[in-house]
């Protein structure tokens, strides 16, 4: 045998022995079998609001496998999930799923995916175990026959579509469901403190023991909490109670209104400490209290002793109680009587402030401003200082003795004239 045909023969035994790796391979049993669980805890509060991740798996098997010489294999194996569509909804539980139902493609038996929806359970929501039901549409390849054409080989595949649905058990925890029912404030004015009257409901379901009210300061809002915590005991579902907390309202706030937070901390029926969820409320804050000088300049002498007469008035919008006026005597002024008490002065009321100042006799000929400011006390007690403002005093020349005696002598000719003539005319 020469070496041509020695070669023809071993390439055909190859191509022989090399026959079975061409072979088809079909799967005659198995189908998908899908299953959710929640990946994490299924414990949540009334009004959280979450991701939740549902695992969904396949666990389909392929039993039998049958490999058919010169055949081809199916694309498909039957327990292949294709084009899988899930999609939660709240069923009859106290939620709310925000996420749509989303495309989740092929899951091959035996493996699994993640798809993640958004949930919020509502704030009333009743402790309890509630179902979500999880629809999961897909299909798979039912089956297939290889069928022989003159050209090529062929398979044919029969495809289902199926839809299931699943419960996803989703717990929801006994809570305190804050309600605020009724908010008012009183004497709270721009820099002064006040009260903040709060009505507070448990709208929820759990039975709160030890329970505190507390005040959050919004960290944009110009109110300082000033006592910001009230016990109030057992606070059992549908409980009402009425709070008083004192509140400061900052020297740079306005008249408007501005938030707040308050929560309540608690302890449940199981011992454990939590805390409700803060609600905001609206605290309007009144315009400061303030003062102006409306008397007119204070005239003085140089080397005299005066008596400077000033009226204040409040033109804030709050009663200051048990004010006192002061001034600062400065150079050329002195006084040991700079000071004077005013009493309690509601907006739009004046009241006179009289102080003995010296000038000193050299003191220039011009107009001097002193600082004044008003002490007093807001409506609860705390002592509060008004803005400076300045009283206005005119130093002017006196006049001169000589200038005066003429004065008198003209007086005095004039009236003597006026009797001369008046007696004449009698006489006659």
Not at 73 to 81: G, K
Not at 240 to 258: H, I, P
Not at 365 to 384: H, M, P, V
Request: include cysteine; glycine fraction near 8%.
């Amino acid at each position: 045998m020469d070496i041509r045909k020695l070669i023809l023969l071993s390439l055909f035994m190859m191509a022989v022995l090399t026959v079975p790796a061409l072979a088809g391979t079909e799967s005659l049993y198995g189908k998908p079998e899908l299953s959710a669980a929640i990946s994490g805890t299924n414990e949540f509060d009334p009004g959280d609001e979450f991701t939740l991740p549902v695992i969904i798996s396949n666990n389909g098997l392929n039993t039998v496998i049958q490999l058919t010489p010169f055949s081809l294999s199916p694309p498909d194996d039957p327990s292949l999930a294709k084009l899988v569509e899930a999609g939660l909804s709240a069923g009859s539980a106290p939620v709310t799923v925000k996420s749509e139902s989303q495309q989740i493609g092929d899951i091959p038996g035996g493996t699994s995916t993640t798809v993640n929806f958004i949930v919020k359970i509502d704030k009333d929501a009743p402790a309890g175990t509630y179902d979500l039901p999880l629809t999961i549409t897909y299909t798979y390849a039912d089956w297939t026959s290889n069928e022989r054409d003159v050209s090529e080989n062929m398979i044919r595949t029969g495809y289902l579509t199926k839809t299931e649905t699943m419960h996803i058990p989703v717990k929801v925890t006994s809570d305190v469901n804050l309600e605020i029912e009724s908010a008012s404030s009183e004497h709270l004015n721009i820099g002064t403190e006040g009260y903040l009257y709060l009505t507070l409901r448990n709208a929820g379901h759990e039975k709160a023991t030890n329970a505190v009210a507390k005040l959050v300061q919004d960290s944009s809002s110009p109110l300082i909490p000033a006592d910001g915590t009230i016990y109030i005991g057992d606070f059992y579902p549908g409980d009402v109670a009425n709070v008083t907390f004192k509140v400061s309202a900052s020297d740079d706030a306005e008249v408007q209104t501005y938030p707040v937070g308050v929560y309540v901390e608690y302890k449940k029926a199981n011992g454990e400490t939590a805390d409700s969820d803060t609600e905001t409320v609206g605290v309007p804050v009144g315009g400061k209290i303030d003062f102006a000088i409306i008397s007119e300049a204070c005239v003085a002498h140089p080397g005299e002793k005066a008596i400077l007469e000033v009226t204040y008035k409040n033109i804030g919008a709050a009663t200051a109680y048990n004010a006192q006026s002061r001034i600062s005597a400065v150079d050329p002024f002195t006084s040991s009587d700079d000071s004077a008490y005013l009493g309690d002065l509601a907006p739009g009321e004046t009241a006179v402030a009289r102080y003995t100042v010296t000038i000193d006799s050299e003191a220039t000929i011009k107009q001097y401003g002193l600082d004044s400011e008003i002490r007093y006390r807001d409506a609860l007690d705390n002592s509060q200082i008004s803005d400076t403002m300045k009283l206005t005093v005119n130093i002017e020349e006196a006049e001169s003795i000589t200038g005066l005696i003429v004065l008198a002598v003209v007086v005095i000719v004039l009236i003597g004239a006026g009797y001369y003539i008046y007696r004449k005319r009698k006489a006659q």
